[in-house]
Protein backbone atom coordinates (compact mmCIF):
# COMPACT_ATOMS: atom_id res chain seq x y z
CA UNK A 1 0.00 0.00 0.00
CA UNK A 2 2.50 2.36 1.23
CA UNK A 3 4.96 1.46 -1.98
CA UNK A 4 2.15 1.59 -4.77
CA UNK A 5 0.83 5.16 -2.68
CA UNK A 6 4.25 6.67 -2.62
CA UNK A 7 4.49 5.70 -6.44
CA UNK A 8 1.23 7.28 -7.51
CA UNK A 9 1.91 10.24 -5.61
CA UNK A 10 5.47 10.95 -7.23
CA UNK A 11 4.12 9.88 -11.08
CA UNK A 12 1.71 12.81 -10.34
CA UNK A 13 4.07 15.11 -9.26
CA UNK A 14 6.05 14.12 -12.83
CA UNK A 15 8.95 12.21 -11.58
CA UNK A 16 9.69 9.14 -13.73
CA UNK A 17 8.65 6.30 -11.38
CA UNK A 18 9.75 2.77 -12.46
CA UNK A 19 7.84 0.07 -10.57
CA UNK A 20 9.39 -3.71 -10.39
CA UNK A 21 7.39 -6.26 -8.82
CA UNK A 22 5.08 -9.35 -9.44
CA UNK A 23 2.83 -9.22 -12.47
CA UNK A 24 -0.33 -9.75 -10.28
CA UNK A 25 0.48 -5.91 -8.81
CA UNK A 26 -0.47 -4.17 -11.96
CA UNK A 27 -3.31 -7.21 -12.95
CA UNK A 28 -5.28 -6.50 -9.79
CA UNK A 29 -4.31 -3.02 -9.10
CA UNK A 30 -3.81 -1.61 -12.53
CA UNK A 31 -0.82 1.57 -13.88
CA UNK A 32 -1.91 4.58 -11.81
CA UNK A 33 1.21 6.59 -14.01
CA UNK A 34 4.58 4.69 -13.46
CA UNK A 35 6.02 2.43 -15.87
CA UNK A 36 5.76 -1.29 -14.32
CA UNK A 37 8.33 -3.92 -14.95
CA UNK A 38 7.57 -7.60 -13.88
CA UNK A 39 10.02 -9.28 -12.07
CA UNK A 40 12.18 -11.74 -14.81
CA UNK A 41 13.71 -14.57 -12.71
CA UNK A 42 11.47 -14.50 -9.49
CA UNK A 43 8.39 -16.30 -9.22
CA UNK A 44 5.15 -14.61 -9.35
CA UNK A 45 3.40 -14.11 -6.02
CA UNK A 46 -0.10 -13.25 -5.07
CA UNK A 47 -0.99 -13.11 -1.70
CA UNK A 48 -4.97 -13.42 -2.05
CA UNK A 49 -4.36 -17.62 -3.81
CA UNK A 50 -4.44 -19.62 -1.20
CA UNK A 51 -0.60 -21.41 0.00
CA UNK A 52 0.40 -23.70 2.93
CA UNK A 53 0.07 -21.63 5.78
CA UNK A 54 2.26 -24.09 7.99
CA UNK A 55 5.26 -23.23 4.95
CA UNK A 56 4.75 -19.84 5.19
CA UNK A 57 7.74 -18.29 6.40
CA UNK A 58 10.16 -20.52 4.91
CA UNK A 59 8.14 -19.76 1.69
CA UNK A 60 8.35 -15.53 1.90
CA UNK A 61 12.23 -16.10 3.48
CA UNK A 62 13.44 -18.10 0.36
CA UNK A 63 10.95 -16.89 -2.04
CA UNK A 64 10.98 -13.33 -1.25
CA UNK A 65 12.63 -11.51 1.67
CA UNK A 66 15.81 -13.35 1.15
CA UNK A 67 15.59 -14.29 -2.51
CA UNK A 68 18.91 -14.54 -4.41
CA UNK A 69 16.21 -14.09 -7.56
CA UNK A 70 14.80 -11.03 -6.15
CA UNK A 71 18.44 -9.86 -6.02
CA UNK A 72 18.90 -10.44 -9.55
CA UNK A 73 16.13 -8.70 -10.85
CA UNK A 74 16.85 -5.29 -8.97
CA UNK A 75 20.50 -5.49 -10.12
CA UNK A 76 19.48 -6.11 -13.76
CA UNK A 77 17.02 -3.76 -13.98
CA UNK A 78 19.80 -0.88 -12.85
CA UNK A 79 22.17 -2.29 -14.92
CA UNK A 80 19.32 -1.87 -17.77
CA UNK A 81 18.75 2.20 -16.90
CA UNK A 82 20.22 3.47 -14.03
CA UNK A 83 17.82 5.28 -11.17
CA UNK A 84 18.66 8.55 -9.32
CA UNK A 85 16.98 6.91 -6.03
CA UNK A 86 16.03 3.31 -5.64
CA UNK A 87 13.18 2.29 -3.00
CA UNK A 88 12.76 -0.94 -1.65
CA UNK A 89 10.29 -2.70 0.71
CA UNK A 90 12.26 -3.20 3.75
CA UNK A 91 11.48 -7.03 3.53
CA UNK A 92 13.41 -7.58 0.65
CA UNK A 93 16.50 -7.94 1.86
CA UNK A 94 18.12 -8.67 -1.03
CA UNK A 95 17.31 -6.08 -2.99
CA UNK A 96 18.40 -3.77 -0.17
CA UNK A 97 21.58 -5.46 -0.83
CA UNK A 98 21.63 -5.07 -4.48
CA UNK A 99 21.00 -1.38 -4.46
CA UNK A 100 23.60 -1.40 -1.96
CA UNK A 101 26.40 -3.12 -4.21
CA UNK A 102 24.84 -0.95 -7.14
CA UNK A 103 25.87 2.15 -5.06
CA UNK A 104 22.75 4.12 -5.72
CA UNK A 105 21.29 5.66 -3.31
CA UNK A 106 18.76 3.01 -1.62
CA UNK A 107 15.62 3.53 0.59
CA UNK A 108 13.88 0.68 2.93
CA UNK A 109 10.19 1.73 3.07
CA UNK A 110 8.64 0.04 6.41
CA UNK A 111 5.09 -0.62 6.03
CA UNK A 112 5.21 -2.54 9.16
CA UNK A 113 6.10 -1.18 12.72
CA UNK A 114 10.42 -0.55 12.58
CA UNK A 115 10.88 -1.51 16.23
CA UNK A 116 9.85 -5.49 15.25
CA UNK A 117 12.73 -5.61 13.14
CA UNK A 118 15.28 -4.29 15.98
CA UNK A 119 14.53 -7.50 18.27
CA UNK A 120 12.10 -9.70 19.29
CA UNK A 121 10.34 -12.90 17.36
CA UNK A 122 10.03 -11.49 13.80
CA UNK A 123 13.88 -10.70 14.23
CA UNK A 124 14.51 -14.11 15.85
CA UNK A 125 12.67 -15.87 13.11
CA UNK A 126 15.06 -14.42 10.51
CA UNK A 127 18.24 -15.01 12.35
CA UNK A 128 18.31 -18.65 10.74
CA UNK A 129 18.63 -16.76 6.87
CA UNK A 130 21.79 -14.41 7.50
CA UNK A 131 23.84 -17.39 6.15
CA UNK A 132 22.41 -17.62 2.87
CA UNK A 133 21.53 -13.41 2.93
CA UNK A 134 25.87 -13.55 3.55
CA UNK A 135 25.89 -15.68 0.46
CA UNK A 136 23.65 -13.42 -1.56
CA UNK A 137 26.13 -9.79 -0.16
CA UNK A 138 29.34 -11.75 -0.99
CA UNK A 139 28.08 -12.71 -4.73
CA UNK A 140 27.27 -9.00 -5.21
CA UNK A 141 30.94 -8.37 -3.75
CA UNK A 142 29.61 -6.78 -0.13
CA UNK A 143 30.86 -7.64 3.11
CA UNK A 144 28.64 -10.01 5.07
CA UNK A 145 26.70 -8.85 8.36
CA UNK A 146 25.46 -9.74 11.85
CA UNK A 147 22.22 -9.01 11.55
CA UNK A 148 18.68 -7.50 9.31
CA UNK A 149 19.14 -4.41 11.11
CA UNK A 150 22.82 -3.66 9.51
CA UNK A 151 21.42 -4.16 5.96
CA UNK A 152 18.34 -1.35 6.78
CA UNK A 153 21.09 0.74 8.83
CA UNK A 154 23.37 0.73 5.73
CA UNK A 155 20.34 2.54 3.81
CA UNK A 156 20.51 6.13 2.94
CA UNK A 157 16.77 6.23 4.41
CA UNK A 158 14.49 4.33 6.47
CA UNK A 159 11.06 5.52 6.05
CA UNK A 160 8.58 3.87 8.18
CA UNK A 161 4.69 4.66 6.69
CA UNK A 162 3.40 4.99 10.54
CA UNK A 163 3.36 7.85 13.08
CA UNK A 164 6.24 7.71 15.78
CA UNK A 165 3.91 8.03 18.42
CA UNK A 166 2.17 4.54 17.23
CA UNK A 167 5.23 2.65 18.08
CA UNK A 168 7.45 2.40 21.37
CA UNK A 169 9.99 4.66 21.98
CA UNK A 170 13.28 3.24 21.36
CA UNK A 171 17.04 4.66 20.34
CA UNK A 172 16.64 5.35 16.26
CA UNK A 173 19.29 5.25 13.78
CA UNK A 174 20.30 8.60 12.13
CA UNK A 175 18.90 7.51 8.86
CA UNK A 176 14.95 6.71 10.22
CA UNK A 177 12.30 8.79 9.00
CA UNK A 178 8.18 8.69 10.04
CA UNK A 179 6.27 9.61 7.55
CA UNK A 180 3.39 8.63 8.69
CA UNK A 181 0.56 6.59 7.08
CA UNK A 182 -0.22 6.40 3.01
CA UNK A 183 -3.88 6.49 3.45
CA UNK A 184 -4.14 7.69 -0.39
CA UNK A 185 -2.76 4.52 -1.69
CA UNK A 186 -4.67 3.08 -5.08
CA UNK A 187 -7.09 0.89 -4.35
CA UNK A 188 -6.56 -3.01 -3.80
CA UNK A 189 -9.05 -4.00 -6.40
CA UNK A 190 -9.79 -2.39 -9.71
CA UNK A 191 -13.82 -2.62 -9.23
CA UNK A 192 -15.60 -1.82 -6.12
CA UNK A 193 -19.09 -3.13 -4.72
CA UNK A 194 -21.52 -0.53 -5.04
CA UNK A 195 -22.67 0.05 -1.59
CA UNK A 196 -24.12 3.34 0.22
CA UNK A 197 -23.49 4.21 4.16
CA UNK A 198 -24.50 7.31 6.11
CA UNK A 199 -24.83 8.13 9.61
CA UNK A 200 -27.87 5.99 10.81
CA UNK A 201 -29.85 5.51 14.18
CA UNK A 202 -27.54 2.57 14.90
CA UNK A 203 -24.03 1.90 15.15
CA UNK A 204 -22.29 0.44 12.21
CA UNK A 205 -19.68 -1.38 12.73
CA UNK A 206 -16.95 -2.61 9.96
CA UNK A 207 -15.59 -6.41 10.03
CA UNK A 208 -11.96 -6.05 7.64
CA UNK A 209 -9.78 -9.13 7.64
CA UNK A 210 -6.69 -9.42 5.88
CA UNK A 211 -6.66 -9.01 1.68
CA UNK A 212 -4.80 -11.91 1.83
CA UNK A 213 -4.90 -15.38 2.11
CA UNK A 214 -4.80 -16.16 6.06
CA UNK A 215 -7.15 -18.76 6.37
CA UNK A 216 -9.37 -16.10 7.94
CA UNK A 217 -12.46 -17.54 6.10
CA UNK A 218 -14.03 -19.88 9.47
CA UNK A 219 -13.35 -16.95 11.93
CA UNK A 220 -14.79 -14.28 9.24
CA UNK A 221 -17.99 -16.43 9.37
CA UNK A 222 -17.62 -16.83 13.10
CA UNK A 223 -17.50 -12.79 13.23
CA UNK A 224 -20.50 -12.82 11.36
CA UNK A 225 -22.48 -14.85 13.63
CA UNK A 226 -21.63 -13.19 16.48
CA UNK A 227 -22.33 -9.34 15.36
CA UNK A 228 -25.60 -10.40 14.10
CA UNK A 229 -26.76 -10.72 17.44
CA UNK A 230 -25.59 -6.98 18.28
CA UNK A 231 -27.63 -4.29 17.75
CA UNK A 232 -26.09 -2.60 14.77
CA UNK A 233 -25.41 -2.40 10.86
CA UNK A 234 -22.54 -4.63 9.84
CA UNK A 235 -20.84 -4.16 6.70
CA UNK A 236 -18.00 -6.91 5.98
CA UNK A 237 -15.22 -6.55 3.57
CA UNK A 238 -13.68 -10.03 2.82
CA UNK A 239 -10.91 -8.83 0.05
CA UNK A 240 -9.71 -10.80 -2.83
CA UNK A 241 -8.89 -13.62 -0.79
CA UNK A 242 -12.62 -15.16 0.26
CA UNK A 243 -15.60 -14.89 -2.09
CA UNK A 244 -18.60 -12.78 0.11
CA UNK A 245 -21.18 -16.04 -1.07
CA UNK A 246 -19.37 -18.15 0.75
CA UNK A 247 -20.24 -16.08 3.84
CA UNK A 248 -23.76 -16.64 5.49
CA UNK A 249 -24.54 -12.93 6.33
CA UNK A 250 -26.91 -12.41 9.37
CA UNK A 251 -29.97 -10.10 9.11
CA UNK A 252 -28.32 -6.58 10.08
CA UNK A 253 -25.38 -7.63 7.82
CA UNK A 254 -24.13 -6.38 3.75
CA UNK A 255 -21.09 -8.98 2.79
CA UNK A 256 -19.04 -7.33 -0.04
CA UNK A 257 -15.32 -8.19 -1.42
CA UNK A 258 -14.08 -4.53 -2.09
CA UNK A 259 -15.16 -1.13 -0.70
CA UNK A 260 -12.16 1.59 0.27
CA UNK A 261 -12.03 1.87 3.76
CA UNK A 262 -11.94 5.80 3.60
CA UNK A 263 -15.96 5.51 2.05
CA UNK A 264 -16.89 3.49 5.03
CA UNK A 265 -15.01 3.95 7.98
CA UNK A 266 -16.04 8.11 8.66
CA UNK A 267 -19.02 6.78 9.20
CA UNK A 268 -18.12 3.72 11.03
CA UNK A 269 -18.59 3.43 15.32
CA UNK A 270 -16.34 0.51 15.92
CA UNK A 271 -13.92 -1.71 13.30
CA UNK A 272 -13.31 -5.05 13.51
CA UNK A 273 -9.52 -5.93 12.19
CA UNK A 274 -7.14 -8.61 11.89
CA UNK A 275 -5.20 -5.79 12.87
CA UNK A 276 -2.63 -5.41 10.09
CA UNK A 277 -0.99 -1.92 10.43
CA UNK A 278 -2.61 -0.35 7.14
CA UNK A 279 -6.54 -1.13 8.51
CA UNK A 280 -5.52 0.10 12.28
CA UNK A 281 -4.00 3.56 10.80
CA UNK A 282 -7.19 4.13 8.73
CA UNK A 283 -8.81 3.14 11.38
CA UNK A 284 -7.11 5.88 13.84
CA UNK A 285 -6.90 8.30 10.84
CA UNK A 286 -10.59 8.45 11.65
CA UNK A 287 -10.78 8.28 14.99
CA UNK A 288 -12.37 4.98 15.33
CA UNK A 289 -11.81 2.36 17.92
CA UNK A 290 -11.02 -1.24 17.29
CA UNK A 291 -11.77 -4.41 18.57
CA UNK A 292 -8.46 -6.50 17.32
CA UNK A 293 -8.74 -10.41 16.18
CA UNK A 294 -4.82 -10.67 15.03
CA UNK A 295 -4.18 -13.86 13.32
CA UNK A 296 -0.57 -13.62 12.52
CA UNK A 297 2.63 -11.82 11.50
CA UNK A 298 3.33 -8.31 13.30
CA UNK A 299 -0.80 -8.19 13.71
CA UNK A 300 -0.54 -9.37 17.09
CA UNK A 301 2.31 -6.50 17.76
CA UNK A 302 -0.07 -3.81 16.49
CA UNK A 303 -2.80 -5.32 18.57
CA UNK A 304 -0.87 -4.67 21.21
CA UNK A 305 0.20 -0.84 20.43
CA UNK A 306 -3.61 -0.37 19.62
CA UNK A 307 -4.42 -1.21 23.41
CA UNK A 308 -1.12 0.79 24.66
CA UNK A 309 -2.39 3.82 22.93
CA UNK A 310 -5.82 3.00 24.44
CA UNK A 311 -7.56 2.97 21.43
CA UNK A 312 -9.24 -0.24 21.55
CA UNK A 313 -9.38 -3.73 22.58
CA UNK A 314 -7.72 -7.08 21.44
CA UNK A 315 -9.73 -10.83 21.47
CA UNK A 316 -7.73 -14.43 20.47
CA UNK A 317 -8.89 -15.62 17.25
CA UNK A 318 -10.31 -18.49 18.44
CA UNK A 319 -12.70 -16.84 20.82
CA UNK A 320 -16.31 -18.37 20.62
CA UNK A 321 -19.51 -16.16 19.48
CA UNK A 322 -20.57 -15.53 22.92
CA UNK A 323 -16.96 -14.20 24.00
CA UNK A 324 -17.16 -11.71 20.68
CA UNK A 325 -20.46 -10.44 21.14
CA UNK A 326 -19.77 -9.33 24.26
CA UNK A 327 -16.33 -7.56 23.36
CA UNK A 328 -18.01 -5.98 20.57
CA UNK A 329 -20.47 -4.74 23.04
CA UNK A 330 -17.85 -3.46 25.61
CA UNK A 331 -15.57 -1.54 22.72
CA UNK A 332 -18.92 0.00 21.18
CA UNK A 333 -19.66 1.39 24.87
CA UNK A 334 -16.02 2.08 25.46
CA UNK A 335 -15.64 6.05 25.71
CA UNK A 336 -11.99 6.01 27.12
CA UNK A 337 -10.99 4.05 23.69
CA UNK A 338 -13.23 6.50 21.63
CA UNK A 339 -11.50 9.44 22.75
CA UNK A 340 -7.82 7.84 22.40
CA UNK A 341 -8.69 7.24 19.06
CA UNK A 342 -9.93 10.88 17.75
CA UNK A 343 -6.96 11.77 19.71
CA UNK A 344 -4.93 9.49 17.76
CA UNK A 345 -6.89 11.07 14.39
CA UNK A 346 -5.06 14.22 15.09
CA UNK A 347 -1.58 12.92 15.73
CA UNK A 348 -2.16 11.08 12.12
CA UNK A 349 -3.14 14.04 10.66
CA UNK A 350 0.01 16.27 11.07
CA UNK A 351 1.78 13.57 9.32
CA UNK A 352 1.18 13.49 4.87
CA UNK A 353 2.30 9.80 4.02
CA UNK A 354 2.66 9.97 0.48
CA UNK A 355 3.77 13.77 0.38
CA UNK A 356 6.23 13.60 2.93
CA UNK A 357 7.89 10.87 1.34
CA UNK A 358 8.04 12.35 -1.50
CA UNK A 359 9.85 15.48 0.28
CA UNK A 360 12.43 12.90 1.31
CA UNK A 361 13.16 11.40 -1.73
CA UNK A 362 13.56 14.74 -3.81
CA UNK A 363 15.73 15.81 -0.80
CA UNK A 364 18.32 12.80 -1.19
CA UNK A 365 17.93 12.73 -5.11
CA UNK A 366 19.35 16.43 -5.43
CA UNK A 367 21.63 15.73 -2.00
CA UNK A 368 23.36 12.54 -4.71
CA UNK A 369 24.02 14.95 -7.68
CA UNK A 370 25.23 17.40 -5.61
CA UNK A 371 27.66 15.24 -4.06
CA UNK A 372 28.64 13.18 -8.12
CA UNK A 373 29.07 16.63 -9.59
CA UNK A 374 32.80 17.62 -9.80
Known amino acids: EATLGIARRLSQQGHDVRLLGHRSIEERRGNHGWRFHPFEHTADFDSTIPFDLDAEMSMLTEQLWFSESVARDVREELEREAADVLVVDCMLIGALCAGEAAGIPTVALFHAPFVIFRGGPLVDMMSPALPGLNAIRTDLGLSPVDSIADVHDACALSLVAAPSEFEPEIPLPPNVRFIG????????????DELHVDDGPEPLIVVALSTGHQGQSELLQRLVDALGAVRARVVVTTGAAVEPRTIAASDNTRIVQFVPHNRLFPHASLVVTHAGLGTVLTALSHGVPMLCVPIGRDQFFNAARVEA?????????????????????L????????????????????????TDAGTELQLLAQSSLHRLQP
Open 181 to 192: PVLDAPPLMRRA
Open 309 to 329: VGAGHTIPADADTKAIGEMVQ
Open 331 to 354: TLEDQFARANAKQMATVIAAYDGA
